[in-house]
């Protein structure tokens, strides 16, 4: 027997099994073809599977890279109130106050030492001013946009446009819904690492001689801190009674703090909240403060 019959021979199984497998394949075909809502049939997924590294890398991303553009955008607004501070009163903190505070704010924010440097020799050459804008949000609600820029005339139109695309706009009187009030901001932990509860910080606030105390949360560094609010001559007169008290500052700063505040409904909630992180990725804008409950 010739070795091409043998083989020939011993493949026909083989084709046999071959052929069966094309039909039965033709046969099934209609059935997986079938529409997806058929009760008889399930779906067909082909998609491949996910290598490991995609899924945490997209997770990573999602996380990360908000946070790192939010921390850019940040550093970006310290460094315009540092050029600010310096073209007011100097580049000499020990004389200048209201640089020493941003000073501080910077540092609380870890934003990087050549940087800070970097925007306080640069401030003797800013062109920007500062610009106070008072707004209506959605329900009522008051905003104070506070602006550094070098262009005023665009800076309003920006403000403007953003505001009315989000059901909001420009109006007189908004400044009367807030006081002007020394924040103290300081760590959740006291010096020796324990959490300072709210009853805690409302017992020393009395004793320090600020008005009042709330918790909040600082996103980019992810920590609880403790906001003590007085009045602003009595400012670091508070701060050093904090410290002494065994509390751990970590800046100061002026803010517009609200003297009445209004409930917003859900829709109007979602509206606002809308429209106050629009303002805040706007690059010139370097506060807002509302009277949203």
């Given at each position: 027997?010739?070795?091409p019959?043998?083989?020939?021979?011993?493949?026909?199984?083989?084709?046999?099994?071959?052929?069966?497998?094309?039909?039965?394949?033709k046969?099934?075909a209609?059935?997986?073809?079938?529409?997806?809502?058929?009760?008889?049939?399930?779906?067909?997924?082909?998609?491949g599977?996910?290598?490991?590294?995609?899924?945490?890398w997209?997770?990573?991303?999602?996380?990360?890279g908000p946070?790192?553009?939010?921390?850019?955008?940040?550093f970006?607004?310290?460094?315009?109130?540092?050029?600010f501070?310096v073209k007011?009163?100097?580049?000499?903190?020990?004389?200048?106050?209201?640089l020493?505070?941003?000073?501080?704010q910077?540092?609380?924010k870890?934003?990087?030492?050549?940087?800070?440097?970097?925007?306080?020799?640069?401030?003797?050459?800013?062109?920007?001013s500062?610009?106070?804008?008072?707004?209506?949000g959605?329900g009522?609600?008051?905003?104070?946009?506070?602006?550094?820029?070098?262009?005023?005339?665009?800076?309003?139109?920006?403000?403007?446009?953003?505001?009315?695309?989000?059901?909001?706009?420009?109006?007189?009187?908004?400044?009367?819904?807030?006081?002007?009030?020394?924040v103290?901001?300081?760590?959740?932990?006291?010096?020796?690492?324990?959490?300072?509860?709210?009853?805690?910080?409302?017992?020393?606030a009395?004793?320090?001689?600020?008005?009042?105390?709330?918790?909040?949360?600082?996103?980019?560094?992810?920590?609880?801190?403790l906001k003590?609010?007085?009045?602003?001559?009595?400012?670091?007169?508070?701060?050093?009674?904090?410290?002494?008290?065994?509390l751990?500052?970590?800046?100061?700063?002026?803010?517009?703090i609200?003297n009445?505040?209004v409930?917003?409904?859900?829709?109007?909630?979602?509206?606002?909240?809308?429209?106050?992180?629009?303002?805040?990725?706007?690059?010139?804008?370097?506060r807002?403060?509302?009277?949203i409950?």
């Amino acid at each position: 027997m010739s070795l091409p019959s043998a083989m020939g021979r011993a493949a026909a199984p083989y084709r046999c099994r071959v052929l069966a497998s094309v039909l039965a394949l033709k046969e099934l075909a209609p059935r997986l073809a079938a529409p997806a809502h058929c009760s008889s049939c399930r779906a067909l997924h082909t998609s491949g599977a996910t290598p490991a590294g995609h899924n945490k890398w997209s997770k990573v991303k999602h996380i990360k890279g908000p946070r790192d553009a939010e921390r850019s955008r940040l550093f970006q607004k310290l460094a315009m109130l540092l050029r600010f501070a310096v073209k007011e009163g100097g580049p000499n903190p020990d004389l200048n106050t209201n640089l020493a505070n941003i000073i501080e704010q910077c540092r609380s924010k870890s934003m990087p030492k050549a940087s800070i440097e970097a925007a306080i020799k640069g401030g003797d050459k800013g062109k920007s001013s500062y610009l106070l804008y008072e707004a209506r949000g959605p329900g009522g609600s008051a905003l104070l946009i506070e602006v550094l820029t070098d262009n005023a005339k665009r800076a309003y139109q920006d403000i403007r446009l953003i505001l009315s695309r989000n059901g909001a706009q420009m109006s007189d009187g908004a400044r009367h819904s807030f006081d002007k009030k020394g924040v103290i901001t300081v760590s959740g932990q006291d010096h020796q690492q324990r959490p300072v509860a709210l009853e805690q910080a409302l017992e020393l606030a009395i004793e320090a001689g600020a008005q009042d105390v709330w918790e909040d949360e600082e996103e980019e560094e992810e920590r609880a801190v403790l906001k003590f609010v007085c009045e602003v001559p009595s400012l670091h007169q508070v701060r050093e009674k904090l410290d002494s008290l065994g509390l751990r500052s970590l800046s100061t700063a002026l803010e517009f703090i609200p003297n009445a505040r209004v409930r917003l409904s859900d829709e109007e909630m979602e509206r606002a909240s809308q429209l106050l992180a629009t303002l805040g990725d706007c690059q010139e804008v370097i506060r807002v403060s509302d009277n949203i409950e």
